[in-house]
């Protein structure tokens, strides 16, 4: 018996704090800046699809958030392409956006800038961006 409660004491002891899951998401949702418009567009993207933002092709591979008992903590792992005038593209941009920190890791271009605000696990229509 005291051995059971010296292994359930130190079970609780050394035992780390508990994370909830983190909740895959299919749709990626992001602001737009066009610089010389000052026009700001939001896009949703779903995952491992591309959307054209100007010249940018964004690109989500990933889209986590957790659960609404948790913290808020939206990350997304992305992908942003230039295109060029000839039609090539140049990665401008690989990496994880969070959207509690828009200026860590936002997409800034000389024309657009692009920043996470949130994942979906639905799409709404009227609200990508028409481009």
């Not at 008992?69 to 401008?92: M, N, S």
Request: glycine share 4%; net charge negative; aromatic share 8%.
């Amino acid at each position: 018996m005291a051995f059971a409660v010296v292994c359930a004491v130190a079970m609780m002891t050394f035992a780390g704090p508990v994370q909830a899951q983190k909740i895959e998401n299919p749709i990626a949702v992001f602001s737009a800046m066009d610089k010389i418009t000052a026009v700001v567009t939001t896009i949703e993207v779903p995952i491992d699809q591309s959307i054209r933002f100007g010249t940018l092709n964004v690109t989500p591979r990933i889209c986590y958030t957790r659960p609404p008992t948790e913290a808020p903590q939206t990350t997304a792992f992305v992908e942003v392409d230039e295109v060029r005038l000839d039609g090539a593209q140049k990665r401008i941009f690989t990496g994880w956006m969070f959207a509690s920190s828009p200026g860590l890791n936002g997409v800034e271009h000389p024309v657009y800038d692009v920043w996470l605000i949130n994942c979906k696990t639905s799409s709404d229509p009227a609200s990508k961006a028409k481009e």
